[in-house]
């Protein structure tokens, strides 16, 4: 497991990182510890390790320069570790969420990781559970994005923080579908942002249509993990499969009707149109991706 002053240190760099950012009000940090073999070790023993993270941070706190309130939860055997952190010399508190997590990828180094890791975390019967196992690929999966997509990208992301009410479906599934629209409607790296930016509304307006996923990370290749991801795809749209992570489907977020009434309100107003008054047109743009399905040795497009 990393030592306490790697703990700190990261902690110390996402405070860095949160300064002068009032619309950031909290932060998750994602631990991948080693005391973690497998991904049913920490449902099984999440309560021990969360308060020997607490013991940790309780014993270098006073070294931090940082002042640290450990939220008490509600719950007897607490999945997340919640705490309020800010410097001795400032007067707003970032909230975080510690996420303690198995190190799934153990050294990743860039490529497609081996299927039996993805196996595994079928076999464990749990939807989405085990997200911040893959933290890390979700991380790159943006960073490797062009860098006009990803000022799009943080367009998205500054509208949803103006819109955004409780129970909305995460920003990290709005993210998706930014780098969805630009994969498919631009395919380029240099585009029109404000038609980026009303393809991203268009989508959300016909959120019960969308049907996305990406093959970079998990393909149909394993039979074990073909099988599952078209029972995936096959669920009520929509479907948004972490490209991550084929266990969360990031289209059963509730709010996906409240967050698409506020995209076509906002599809209406001045920020999509054009000099002339004219409404900017969406990219045409696929609503649901075509999905490979084997029958009797041929394949054929599910519906």
Known sequence: MKNRKMIIQEIAMWRKAGQGERDLPNADLGLLLELIKRYTDKERDQKRITEEIVRWFNECKENMRLELIFEKSKWSN????????????????????????????????????????????????????????????QKDFIKDQPTKLKSLICLVKHWYN????????????????????????????????????????????????IRIYW????????????????????????????????????????????????????ASMNFCRKRDGSVVQPWDVLLAKEVPWEEGGSYFTMS
């Open 162 to 209: 103006e819109v955004q009410e409780k129970s909305f479906p995460p920003k990290y599934a709005l993210e998706l579908l930014t780098v969805y629209a630009c994969e498919q409607g631009s395919g380029n790296t240099v585009f029109n942002t404000a038609e980026g930016f009303r393809t991203v509304l268009w989508l959300i307006e016909h959120y019960k249509e």
């Open 78 to 137: 607490p999945r997340v570790l919640q705490f309020k952190l800010r410097s001795k010399k400032k007067e707003d508190f970032i909230d975080f969420d510690v996420l303690p997590a198995y190190d799934a990828l153990g050294h990743y180094d860039g490529s497609m990781p081996n299927p039996q890791i993805y196996v595994d975390l079928i076999h464990t019967g749990k939807s989405g559970e085990f997200s911040p196992c893959f933290t890390e690929l």
């Open 215 to 266: 093959t970079k990370y998990y393909d149909f290749q394993n039979e074990i993990i073909k099988q599952y991801l078209q029972e995936q795809l096959c669920k009520t749209r929509p479907v948004i499969l972490d490209p991550a992570d084929p266990t969360t489907n990031l289209g059963e977020a509730k709010g996906w009707d409240r967050l698409a009434e506020k995209a076509r309100h906002y």
